[in-house]
């Protein structure tokens, strides 16, 4: 069971193992930091992808067919100068000039080739000229490589060059992720420990959850930097890794010492109130974080790198929070005993009094009008849900990284000159059973081609058949006999052996729902003989959106179902683990509706520096709802069980409620402050998916230890009354004082 029990079980044992062998625990714990400190500092390099690449989708398949079978680049990068002063950059000299400069990436051995983009530009940006830089290295490679690369590009005079594209986003975004990190720590930390040190009033107290949290996110880490050898996992990882391992690790080590220090004070000696304190706040910690691997484990669900690799830091950062807690500060309590107590910093006298009545008389106000407050309450949280009925999801490239980033702003520069609907057109992959040059094939190709004219959406039909102008199949085939012809159609990427590709121009935009449903019309298309494979920035798009909202449906079946079981064994109630469900939801809800205002809308984004794309990552919704159901459920956890110790002794259910609410109330809000501190410092961090889940974790856990762990749970405990606790036979809870009774 979950419940703080008083009995000597195994738990307490345990306690009583960590103090008997402290000094041992301690020496292991320092020495494992110390090792894995040297391999944390190095995981951040290791990490090498974004993680949103929707392995065996149709685009997927498409463009690998595209580099294996057409010999498209592995990798590419873009060169995007800008003149000073409305320098013409199209003019021959300006060109000559831009080519002369890159003369020595040119003569290196992985640059396959460097061209002009010839993609039409957009009136009024002759300022402006892109060359693109063919690599024939995969993105690991790439990546590694890049800053040499970078150190060949040099402008030519009255010029700015900006260098994007895969590589460029991915090794800034590396960039980026340390300085988050460092960011984060340096914003977060010192107010978590002004938090401690106000709840606790000395400096040891306080400092000891820190201890836990940095030694959790260093030793996670180095556990990360040894996987990475062997599984690529998304560069996004450390973030996370460090968002959810110190505010869980301080968290948990809050609970503990709080509970320490009142067991100093019934006791008899340090060795029991180690033992007591592993015993009850060991216990919950225990069983928290069981509740907050069931919500990463949900993201499993969703077959992407980049939900499988923040489920692993995820699982890997708790796991061993809870371990850490349970065992190195436990043997640190056990070694400090009274002297938690010293480097007083807040006088006694102007810290609140453990016996303070301010919850008591919040949960008995809120008891007094529960149906007004559960309408009132509930009613403004269902509203601040509604823009998520409104929310646009889309997959940001260079858009994860402020415009400061060269390759951010070079992105954006490309997109201003040039029509993005040429630079990033729908692709298609086509297979056939004879050789392209065939008059079989041509003529397959030519009605598959008409057909693709006929889509609604579609402005123009590229392919090596036009290639070479308007000429009828019999003309063709026999053009295509020429050497000299299947190799220029070859050299131009077009047409090769059994496969050829098509380029098919949007009149939308490549990010307008129209084009959306081009990508669905075009798939749906009679090949009559033909394999094909539909691909390109909006098909690519479209397969990560599809994939992720495919596996919602499981992920909220996994994790509010599993959930509900865990807590209906915990808690021995049927209603209990059903309102701490939807209580969840609401907090979440409300807090996502929060984040569509901010990054769709722009609502406060200024104020937040925050750089509104016009939607919402369609990563952003399975996160927030996977970590903060987990999350939240702690705290429900730590204040039920409080309540339900309660209720089990007098059998009274609205003194219970209080008394759980007067014991737990300063402790969870403080714990839920220290939490908010931490992930909302990634608010003012530079990668914005971490921008947008520091965001909607702060809100949503900030709802929850707030509006409703103080007004509608007390609300709702007292509207149910006995039912609360009605379960089966074989689970009910028995209040000692009805056993007494009797």
Known sequence: ?????????????????????????????????????IFAQKTPGMLKDNGFTPKGSESDLGLIQMRDELGLPRTQLNLVYSGHNGLDLTENDQQDAIMTSLTKLKELPYVEDVKFVTTPRNEGHHDVQAVSVSLSLDTDPALEAYPELKSLVH???????????????????????????????????PIALIVLLIVFGTFVAAFLPMVVGLMSVTLTLGVTYFIAQHQSLSNFLPNMVTMLGLAVGIDYALFLVSRFREELKVQGSVAAAVAMTCQTAGRSIFFSGIAVLIGLLGMLFVDLTFFRSLCLGGVIVVS???????????????????????????????????????????????????????????GVLIYSMTPIWQMKLGVPDAEVLPPSYESRYGAELL?????????????????????????????????????????????????????????????????????????????????????????VIPEKDTNDPVTDALVYELRKL???????????????????????????????????????????????????????VLMNMLSL???????????????????????????????????????????????????????????????????????????????????????????????????EIMKALGLGLGLAVLIDATIVRVMLVPALMKLLGDANWWAPRWLRVKPQSKVEKR
């Open 1 to 37: 069971m979950m419940r703080e029990s008083m009995e000597k079980g195994g738990f307490w044992r345990w306690g009583h193992a960590m103090y008997r062998f402290r000094w041992f625990v301690l020496t292991v714990g320092i020495s494992l930091m110390l090792i894995f400190a």
């Open 155 to 189: 402008p030519p005079p009255d010029m700015d060059v900006y260098v994007t594209g895969g590589p460029a986003i991915l090794y800034d975004m590396q960039v980026a992720s340390k300085h988050d990190i460092a960011k984060s720590e340096a914003i977060g930390l």
């Open 320 to 378: 061993i929070s809870v371990i850490v807690a349970n065992t190195v500060l436990l043997a640190l309590l056990g070694i400090l005993g009274h002297r938690i107590n010293s480097l007083q910093v807040v006088p006694k006298r102007f810290r609140k009094q453990e016996t303070s009545k301010f919850w008591e008389k919040i949960a008995y106000a809120v008891m007094k009008r529960p149906v007004v407050l559960v309408v009132l309450v509930g």
């Open 415 to 503: 997109k201003t000159a040039y029509d993005p609907r040429m630079t990033g057109p729908i692709l298609i992959v086509i297979h056939t059973k004879d050789e392209i040059w065939s008059s079989a094939s041509i003529g397959e190709i030519q009605a598959y081609g008409d057909q693709v004219k006929a889509v609604a959406g579609v402005k123009e039909v590229q392919s090596y058949l036009t290639l070479l102008g308007q000429h009828s199949n019999e003309e063709l085939a026999g053009m295509f006999t020429k050497p000299e012809v299947q190799k220029q159609l070859e050299d131009a990427q077009l047409a090769k052996g059994h496969t050829a590709l098509m380029i």
């Open 526 to 580: 009679n090949k009559e003989g033909l394999e094909t494979a539909v691909t390109g920035g909006s098909a690519y798009r479209l397969d990560i959106i599809d994939r992720i909202q495919k596996e919602i449906p499981e992920v909220l079946i996994f994790v509010m179902g599993i959930t509900y079981l865990v807590l209906l064994l915990a808690f021995r109630s049927v209603l209990l683990p059903l309102k701490a």
């Open 589 to 687: 809800g409300a807090s996502l509706g929060i984040v569509v205002l901010v990054f769709q809308h722009g609502f406060m984004a200024d104020m937040l520096h925050i750089t509104s794309i016009g939607y919402v990552s369609a990563t952003l919704p399975v996160i927030i709802f996977c970590v903060v159901f987990g999350i939240s459920m702690d705290y429900e956890v730590f204040l039920i069980s409080r309540i339900m110790e309660e209720y089990e002794a007098s059998g009274d259910n609205d003194q219970s409620t209080a008394e759980g609410l007067k014991k737990t109330g300063s402790l969870i809000t403080s714990a839920a402050f220290i939490l908010v501190v931490v992930v909302g410092s990634f608010i003012f961090t530079d990668i």
